[in-house]
């Protein structure tokens, strides 16, 4: 059975820094196309980032230069480093697990893929 739990959310000021982590189990991350998906309320879900099975990354256009995403295989679990938040980076943090014979990219999901319970950040001005 696949399990993803996300944890790190929180409440922070518009500068500040969070890490999310997502914990999983039944998969091995590194070898699954892993993002990073949020939902604002009345808004759409958009891919923030997905890093691939070989490990190479992309971070959306919105957070570049401030998110990183990225994993590590001795802990089977995967991170987003979210530096300088805005107030617009609010929303429900999701992870997510594409299958490895699947196309991997930035937002792309199926009905094969792997979601976590969600994190919240909640970023202030």
């Known amino acids: 059975q696949v399990q993803l739990v996300e944890s790190g959310g929180g409440s922070v000021q518009a500068g500040g820094s969070l890490r999310l982590s997502c914990a999983a189990s039944?998969?091995?991350?590194?070898?699954?196309?892993m993002s990073w998906f949020r939902q604002a309320p009345g808004k759409a879900r958009e891919g923030v980032a997905v890093?691939?099975?070989?490990?190479?990354?992309r971070e959306a256009d919105s957070v570049k230069g401030r998110f990183t995403i990225s994993n590590d295989n001795t802990k089977n679990t995967l991170y987003l480093q979210m530096n300088s938040l805005l107030p617009e980076d609010t929303a429900m943090y999701y992870c997510?697990?594409?299958?490895?014979?699947?196309?991997?990219?930035?937002?792309?999901?199926?009905?094969?893929?792997?979601w976590g319970q969600g994190t919240q950040v909640t970023v202030s001005s």
């Open positions: 997510a697990a594409g299958p490895p014979w699947s196309a991997c990219s930035l937002g792309m999901f199926s009905d094969r893929t792997y």
């Open positions: 890093i691939r099975s070989g490990g190479s990354a």
């Open positions: 039944g998969i091995t991350v590194s070898t699954y196309c």
